[in-house]
């Protein structure tokens, strides 16, 4: 199944005249605030996001798990389940690899079809949270935090294999996250398991090529119940300092504890000069994996508008990070693009001159409403003005239904295919 150009053109002749008219509305209202709605509508277009290669099935529960049908079951599959995402919406411009799940035999031909895709890889994501068949020793009891020197060795070797595995594929960064930790009380030294830890990362970081980057991602609970060796920004960060200026912190929206003021910790790292990246998902209570603005689509505002100031400054790798258990994968992923798009967009808004004049004045109300107005306006035409420019649908899960995407993906690859991941 792939997406013709003549698919998008019909799709969008269709819809052209009123999109021009929502635009032109659009353009009116943010011409009297000084902004020009093209020059938005171009940042936009620019800003790609990562799938990761786990959420093209369905996920589950660790009560169970409905499969979808029409899974990619191998990573061409997956490939090309990216480049149908990004034909439709020309905004899924590269691909996250977790290895082993999706380890490519022939690396060659992975990446020759990944460039026929128009598809990059982002950040390759090494797994010491379970173990594989045929592995010699267990992460039962934790991975670079073991109390045995073998199983840390062991994970130390795995991540560099991996760097070595997105060396082939043009990769230029590694996710690294760990589920050690410790689920009662008395189970774990916590300075010596953090200690061991900083050095197996150490010692990783000396094999990261130059060009390399190494993002250390924190989670407060779970696998873990008790405690996680690598809990929050603060030891992440802390990491990141003892490894050196090519480690990062990586900030997963469903890693914080409920009600956590994510936007200052973003604020903060990026001060820092340690925001490495993001993984978007939406959550309700803990890590639900829900999809990107789903819930709080304010909150995911506030994010950006912390961050547009130190995007052009920083080099950022985003990614959704979710979990696909009721929608289709599909049309889940098209929604959490638009709403990070949706999300930048009105951050671009802001007047920030005017906001920080509102601050150095004190004015809380000016500044609350100068942040309101942005989060209020309806940019869902810019984004379809954004679409159009790069030869996208300007409804593309609209498109993908007209197409039967799904049901011609079950076609091909059967209602029982599963995809590796979670
Ligand atoms: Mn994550």
Same mark, same amino acid.
């Given at each position: 199944?792939?997406?013709?150009?003549?698919?998008?053109?019909?799709?969008?002749?269709?819809?052209?005249?009123?999109?021009?008219?929502?635009?032109?509305?659009?353009?009116?209202?943010?011409?009297?605030?000084?902004?020009?709605?093209?020059?938005?509508?171009?940042?936009?277009?620019?800003?790609?996001?990562?799938?990761?290669?786990?959420?093209?099935?369905?996920?589950?529960?660790?009560?169970?798990?409905?499969?979808?049908?029409?899974? &990619?079951?191998?990573?061409?599959?997956?490939?090309?389940?990216?480049?149908? /995402?990004?034909?439709?919406?020309?905004?899924?411009?590269?691909?996250? /690899?977790?290895?082993?799940?999706?380890?490519?035999?022939?690396?060659?031909?992975?990446? $020759?079809?990944?460039?026929?895709?128009?598809?990059?890889? %982002?950040?390759?994501?090494?797994?010491?949270?379970?173990?594989?068949? *045929?592995?010699?020793?267990?992460?039962?009891?934790?991975?670079?935090?073991?109390?045995?020197?073998?199983?840390?060795?062991?994970?130390?070797?795995? #991540?560099?294999?991996?760097?070595?595995?997105?060396?082939?594929?043009?990769?230029?960064?590694? =996710?690294?996250?760990?589920?050690?930790?410790?689920?009662?009380?008395?189970?774990?030294?916590?300075?010596?398991?953090?200690?061991?830890?900083? +050095?197996?990362?150490? $010692?990783?970081?000396?094999?990261?090529?130059?060009?390399?980057?190494?993002?250390?991602? !924190?989670?407060?609970?779970?696998?873990?119940? !008790?405690?996680?060796?690598?809990?929050?920004?603060? =030891?992440?960060?802390?990491?990141?300092?003892?490894? *050196?200026?090519?480690?990062?912190?990586?900030?997963?929206?469903?890693?914080? @504890?409920? #009600?956590? #003021?994510?936007?200052?910790?973003?604020?903060?790292?990026?001060?820092?000069?340690?925001?490495?990246?993001?993984?978007?998902?939406?959550?309700?209570? *803990? %890590?639900?994996?829900?999809?990107?603005?789903?819930?709080? &689509?304010?909150?995911?505002?506030?994010?950006?508008?912390?961050?547009?100031?130190?995007?052009?400054?920083? $080099?950022?790798?985003?990614?959704?990070?979710?979990?696909? #258990?009721?929608?289709?994968?599909?049309?889940?992923?098209?929604?959490? /693009?638009?709403?990070?798009?949706?999300?930048?967009?009105?951050?671009?808004?802001?007047?920030?001159?005017?906001?920080? $004049?509102?601050?150095? %004045?004190?004015?809380?109300?000016?500044?609350?409403?100068?942040?309101?107005?942005?989060?209020?306006?309806?940019?869902?035409?810019?984004?379809?003005?954004?679409?159009?420019?790069?030869?996208?649908? /300007?409804?593309?899960?609209?498109?993908?239904? +007209?197409?039967?995407?799904?049901?011609? @993906?079950?076609? +091909?690859?059967?209602?029982?295919?599963?995809?590796?991941?979670?």
């Amino acid at each position: 199944m792939t997406i013709q150009t003549s698919h998008i053109e019909a799709h969008n002749d269709k819809r052209i005249g009123e999109h021009r008219a929502q635009y032109a509305f659009l353009e009116q209202q943010l011409d009297k605030k000084g902004l020009r709605a093209d020059d938005i509508a171009e940042r936009v277009a620019a800003f790609q996001v990562a799938v990761p290669s786990w959420a093209l099935g369905a996920g589950g529960t660790r009560f169970g798990r409905f499969p979808i049908g029409g899974e &990619p079951g191998n990573l061409t599959q997956k490939l090309d389940d990216v480049g149908l /995402l990004h034909a439709l919406t020309r905004s899924a411009g590269a691909i996250s /690899l977790h290895i082993p799940w999706d380890m490519p035999t022939d690396p060659t031909a992975t990446r $020759e079809q990944a460039d026929a895709l128009g598809i990059r890889f %982002d950040a390759v994501n090494s797994n010491t949270f379970q173990d594989q068949p *045929g592995q010699r020793l267990s992460y039962k009891f934790g991975s670079l935090c073991n109390v045995t020197p073998a199983v840390r060795q062991q994970a130390i070797e795995h #991540n560099l294999e991996v760097i070595e595995i997105g060396r082939q594929l043009g990769s230029k960064a590694i =996710t690294v996250w760990l589920a050690d930790g410790s689920s009662f009380p008395g189970q774990l030294d916590f300075r010596r398991a953090l200690l061991h830890t900083q +050095e197996a990362l150490q $010692e990783i970081y000396r094999h990261l090529p130059d060009d390399w980057r190494m993002f250390i991602e !924190y989670k407060p609970y779970e696998p873990n119940f !008790y405690s996680m060796v690598v809990q929050d920004w603060g =030891t992440s960060h802390f990491l990141a300092q003892c490894c *050196g200026e090519k480690a990062f912190c990586l900030v997963d929206l469903g890693h914080h @504890l409920p #009600n956590t #003021n994510i936007e200052q910790i973003v604020a903060t790292l990026l001060m820092l000069r340690r925001l490495g990246g993001f993984h978007f998902n939406d959550s309700k209570y *803990g %890590d639900d994996d829900l999809t990107t603005g789903s819930i709080r &689509p304010y909150q995911l505002f506030l994010i950006f508008n912390e961050l547009v100031d130190g995007m052009e400054a920083n $080099e950022l790798a985003w990614m959704i990070d979710a979990s696909h #258990n009721l929608k289709d994968p599909l049309e889940d992923l098209m929604q959490s /693009l638009e709403a990070i798009r949706l999300a930048l967009a009105q951050a671009l808004l802001v007047d920030r001159d005017a906001l920080r $004049e509102a601050q150095a %004045d004190n004015d809380v109300a000016r500044a609350q409403t100068l942040l309101q107005d942005a989060f209020r306006t309806d940019v869902r035409p810019l984004l379809r003005e954004a679409r159009r420019r790069s030869g996208a649908a /300007l409804e593309p899960l609209e498109l993908y239904r +007209e197409l039967n995407v799904r049901g011609r @993906l079950i076609a +091909e690859r059967g209602t029982k295919t599963v995809a590796t991941g979670l």
